[in-house]
């Protein structure tokens, strides 16, 4: 039982990571980036080349070099989404929504399938990983990688609070959110804050994809796929939009996932993901933090 | 009310309408000469080339074509981003596939089942999320459309991953494609005659009907809701029926492509129904021109034929189709072909300029107490604020 | 409403048309009205092949391509089939059935007279009756879902059920009593599953599924060290296999782990890492290296690959155009039923990977299956145990 509850919290914090960087930049630019799955996939492509690129450096299996990665990584794949906004999401800022939701479609599939082109379908071998010896704790086993992992990510959890919440940037972010228009009166650069937005958001998405990489080992072009579909539906259970709910999401989620597939079955998983993700879109689709948004005409 | 017994002459008209462009080269008379042209075409072609490998990719694009004109509806018509189109695809080539392997029935029975299947779908999925956002829409359906592909692998009588196989080919009452036909010395096989009937039947009624559909008091309705669903709900229409009426029709005609598929490959498998299926159909409505019956065709040829005839770029296929999308959407984001489009050596209205009106009364001058001076600011001024 | 002059335009633009349509019906050739293609007795006879050539199994495509094309030049040399040369002529089927269709009536028109493809089941499947309404009988070499058995064509890989016995007899050779079979829910790897525990008899055997795209297994390791077995069978792909016997690992499993002809590949331990793969197994066919005459025959291949090693299925390839040629002989020719009088005829007929004699069902008798080990150059599979007797 226990086991089942450390896992799905184990899980739920790489779904909170991806959420929160979905959740953000939909907050801002009311806009669902359909490429933020790809953009955790591209971060374990780039740290595997990045490492590639070092092998024999340093000892393999290390914790610091994982760090180094981890950043290194984070910084590229922020820049990557800041790019993507540019080109891509920029110029469709007065477009009908319709239209940025399919060219968001068009972006994820060329990420996807440039990856593919450059590094072949089959799944990498990641070269630095995670292992550990598990302990026992309250009848579940648990693993120092593990613990770690948790670690780093609920740190990446609190410094952006701390940002977003006590910060000028991330004020100016939040102003945005309610109104672009009012914001843009008052002074602020909305473009650079989007772009800063946007740099954040991946940023954590390479960060989850790298974590992921090492624990479980192999990275493939289309691991962002699915990731990306958890990563939404966790927002909407947390209350898109809000900064909590996408940490808050991400956990219950990843709960709701262990104990369904140990209920049901593990090919039934992702039918009982979405169907969690429809039950809340019907019934509370604020989510579960989430405040009512007037819509105004 | 008693029935007015005065005749009111109607006012005339400010100006006079432009009389109605006639001839050949009118828009409408030209496209549907071209659609004719091109029906005929593809009839006649079996008796130019009968290769089977010709007339199976010509099959599987006409059956896009369907399915496409179905998407249109939804996405072109009524402005619903659905990622998850491929499902009432599954939904009709499932129920057929296994109405006709484990039931025995023949295809044509299993129609109005299918039609029924569709209809539930469409209810199910479209009810209770098309109140929703068209943000949250699109990854709502992309999950029902993962839902069904995993329901089909799960599930026994869908055959499991393995799928249906031995999907019997068209046949009505007793006498099956299978049988082939003689008329006038020349014998059809099951293949021709295959693409005869989704030629005739499934071309033929989803270019017409869906178009005609697009044309009348539901398309207009649909266009609305489409451009502003708070204005029209303040006209009067509901925007919640509207749409889920799109979203069953485009549903019928998916299932219909459907059961044309398995009927034309005889197999099926949930590989068929991934959500790279979806965004593919969703490329064809969108590359070719959302809500525009030919843009349409043109968008599900391509993505349906050009896989074939580019066999050796086969890896580039779906790089070029996300990049091509990104470009389209950004730089013309209605399609190739638009829906408002008229080609340009079309005949158009001649609208004749109408002249400004003249002023009735001149009322006064204005006291101008500060002077020419002013007169040379003011005027900078209007230039500047205009 | 309209004018003369107007009617008068579209009446002529439609008589047009018609014209021409007759004019093309009547002067055309190889349309309907013409008569078919028929074999004209000499020029070389055409084997088609359906293989992957793009895709996630775009590597076998050429595995088989080159192993038909060694056999074929073989059999030339050798005088060929009736007098006539063997002419090898490849599709890609994409392993997706819609694609493969294409193929299969590509390779129709082409004029092939045999089949020698066919690796994806769900892609070789719609392409049965294609092939059997032209006349063409097919030999496939890699795909062997049950499915296919029975249905008209023969198979030189021996059967879900054929490595299910496999699998079965090495389970009780080992004295295992708690079985747990994990699928990852495709076709292949749940009929092979369904089979192994069909075959299982007396023994307690549990179900685990997982989906293959996931990373995280947690909940299916849970499950299984839950059931506290003796013997785990994984029968899907190495690419999930590799991180599922990890986990199992890591999580404390130290148990026998069985995997099926899908993870058979040195990938699966770089995967799963090499101490995760003691104590790991694979049910597989015999590739050319467990064979006697093995390296010579490398050789040859890669004379025919421009030096390339080969992979999994370039032998059965090789095999089922080798057999197919010997079915043309027997019949002198070309004729489909012939052809398949010939093939069922067949009985010991000498294969490096055994005698061969197709079952009435068109399956493989006795199948081939070996137990092989990763304790190879990399963490590649070989030979451990013959099974016989």
């Not at chain 1, 026992?136 to 990688?145: F, K, Y």
């Not at chain 2, 109005?112 to 569709?118: D, E, G, N, Y």
């Not at chain 3, 052809?339 to 009435?360: E, I, R």
Request: hydrophobic share 50%; glycine share 12%.
């Amino acid at each position: 039982m226990f086991q089942l509850i450390w896992d799905g919290l184990f899980v739920g914090s790489f779904y909170a990571l991806v959420a929160l960087g979905y959740s953000m930049v939909y907050g801002i630019i009311k806009l669902l980036n359909f490429a933020h799955g790809d953009l955790y996939m591209l971060g374990s492509f780039i740290a595997f080349v990045v490492i590639g690129g070092f092998t024999g450096l340093m000892g393999i299996g290390s914790i610091p070099i994982l760090l180094l990665v981890l950043l290194i990584s984070m910084l590229a794949t922020g820049g990557i989404g800041v790019l993507i906004e540019r080109v891509a999401y920029r110029p469709l800022r007065n477009s009908p929504r319709l239209s940025a939701l399919i060219t968001a479609v068009g972006v994820s599939f060329t990420i996807e399938y440039a990856v593919r082109q450059i590094f072949g379908a089959e799944p990498k071998v990641f070269p630095l990983q995670l292992s550990g010896q598990p302990m026992q704790v309250l009848g579940a086993r648990i693993t120092m990688p593990q613990l770690i992992l948790m670690a780093v990510a609920a740190v990446l959890m609190v410094l952006l609070q701390r940002y977003v919440m006590h910060s000028r940037e991330g004020r100016a972010m939040r102003a945005i959110a309610l109104d672009q228009n009012a914001s843009l009166l008052m002074g602020v650069n909305v473009n650079k804050v989007i772009s800063r937005t946007f740099f954040i958001g991946s940023a954590l998405a390479g960060a989850a994809g790298v974590m992921a990489a090492a624990y479980y080992g192999t990275i493939d072009f289309l691991m962002g796929f699915v990731i990306g579909l958890k990563a939404f539906t966790a927002a909407v259970i947390g209350g898109i939009g809000n900064l909590y709910g996408a940490m808050v999401g991400g956990i219950v989620l990843g709960l709701l996932e262990s104990f369904g597939t140990s209920w049901f079955g593990g090919e039934w998983r992702d039918v009982f993901a979405f169907g969690f993700l429809i039950l809340f879109l019907v019934f509370k689709p604020t989510g579960l933090l989430g405040e009512r948004v007037v819509e105004r005409v | 009310m008693a029935k007015s017994t005065f005749n009111l002459p109607a006012p005339a008209p400010t100006i006079t309408r432009p009389p109605a462009v006639s001839g050949l080269l009118a828009p409408t008379r030209f496209m549907r000469l071209v659609a004719l042209v091109l029906f005929i075409a593809a009839a006649v072609l079996p008796f130019i080339s009968a290769s089977p490998y010709l007339i199976s990719i010509l099959t599987s694009a006409m059956i896009y074509i369907v399915l496409a004109m179905g998407l249109n509806v939804v996405v072109g018509y009524a402005g619903l981003l659905d990622l998850g189109f491929i499902a009432f695809m599954a939904v009709g080539a499932y129920t057929s596939g296994i109405l006709t392997t484990q039931f025995g029935w023949s295809m044509f029975e299993s129609i109005p089942v299918v039609v029924l299947a569709c209809i539930a779908a469409g209810l199910i999925i479209g009810g209770p999320t098309l109140r929703l956002r068209s943000d949250y829409l699109a990854i709502v359906t992309l999950g029902f459309g993962e839902i069904i592909r995993i329901t089909a692998k799960n599930l026994q009588i869908t055959g499991g991953a393995t799928g249906i196989h031995g999907i019997p080919t068209w046949s009505f009452f007793g006498w099956s494609f299978k049988d082939g036909l003689e008329l006038g010395g020349i014998t059809f096989n099951s293949k021709i005659l295959l693409y005869y009937f989704v030629l005739f039947v499934g071309i033929g009624l989803a270019v017409v009907a869906v178009s005609r559909l697009g044309k009348g008091k539901l398309g207009r309705a649909w266009k609305s809701v489409r451009d502003d669903e708070d204005v029209s709900e303040a006209m009067g229409i509901n925007g919640y029926k509207t749409k889920l009426m799109a979203y069953i029709i485009g549903a019928i005609w998916g299932g219909f492509a459907g059961t044309l598929m398995a009927a034309h490959l005889s197999a099926i498998s949930p590989n068929s129904f991934e959500f790279l299926y979806s965004a593919l159909v969703l490329m064809a409505v969108v590359l070719g021109g959302m809500g525009s019956t030919p843009g349409v065709i043109i968008g599900a040829l391509f993505v349906s034929l050009a896989p074939e005839f580019l066999r050796d770029f086969s890896e580039w296929r779906y790089l070029l189709f996300g990049v091509l999308l990104v470009v389209v959407m950004i730089f013309r984001p209605k399609g190739i072909w638009p829906a408002t489009a008229v080609l340009p050596f079309l005949k158009k209205r001649n609208i004749e300029e109408v002249p400004p009106t003249e002023a009735v009364t001149v009322v006064g001058e204005l006291d101008d107490e500060f002077g020419d001076e002013l007169d040379g600011k003011r005027n900078a001024n209007e230039e500047g604020t205009r | 409403m309209f004018s003369r002059t107007t009617r008068m335009k579209r009446t002529l633009t439609l008589g047009a048309l018609a014209a021409s349509a007759a004019l093309v019906l009547s002067a055309c050739s190889g349309g309907l009205a013409s008569g078919g293609e028929t074999d004209s007795g000499d020029g070389p006879i055409k084997l088609g092949m359906l293989a992957p050539f793009s895709g996630s199994e775009a590597a076998f495509g050429d595995y088989m391509k080159f192993g038909a094309q060694l056999a074929i030049d073989e059999v030339n040399a050798d005088g060929g089939v009736a007098g006539r040369d063997l002419e090898l002529v490849t599709e890609d089927d994409a392993c997706d059935a819609t694609a493969s269709v294409a193929a299969a009536q590509k390779l129709v028109t082409a004029g092939v007279k045999g089949s020698v493809g066919g690796y994806c089941s769900g892609a070789t499947l719609p392409t049965l009756p294609i092939f059997a309404d032209a006349g063409i009988p097919m030999v496939i070499p890699a795909a062997n879902s049950n499915e296919l058995v029975g249905q008209g064509a023969f198979m030189i890989n021996g059967t879900g059920t054929q490595q299910a016995e496999a699998a079965v007899t090495w389970i009780n050779k080992e004295g295992a009593k708690n079985v747990v079979i994990i699928d990852d829910n495709e076709a292949y790897p749940k009929d092979l599953a369904d089979s192994i525990e069909k075959q299982a008899t007396g023994l307690t055997v549990a179900r685990e599924h997982v989906n293959p795209d996931e990373k995280d297994f947690s909940a299916a390791v849970n499950s299984v060290l839950g059931k506290s077995p003796d013997f785990v069978v994984w029968t899907g792909y190495y690419q999930a296999g590799g991180l599922l016997i990890k986990q199992l690992r890591a999580a404390g499993y130290a148990g026998p782990i069985l995997v099926g002809d899908g993870s058979v590949d040195a990938q699966l331990s770089a995967i799963a890492g090499a101490d995760a793969m003691t104590g790991v197994v694979g049910t597989f066919t015999r590739t050319p290296d467990m064979l006697e005459n093995g390296a010579q025959w490398i050789e040859d291949y890669k004379k025919v690959s421009g030096g390339k090693d080969p992979g999994p299925y370039s032998i059965q390839t090789y095999e089922a155009v080798k057999t197919i040629a010997e079915a043309m002989n027997v019949a002198e020719g070309t004729d489909y039923d012939k052809v398949v009088a010939g093939l069922k005829g067949l009985k010991d007929f000498p294969l490096l990977t055994g005698n061969l004699t197709f079952a009435d069902d068109g399956s493989r008798q006795g199948g081939g299956f070996v137990i092989v080990e990763p304790t190879g150059d990399g963490g590649a599979f070989v030979l451990k145990d013959e099974l016989k007797g």
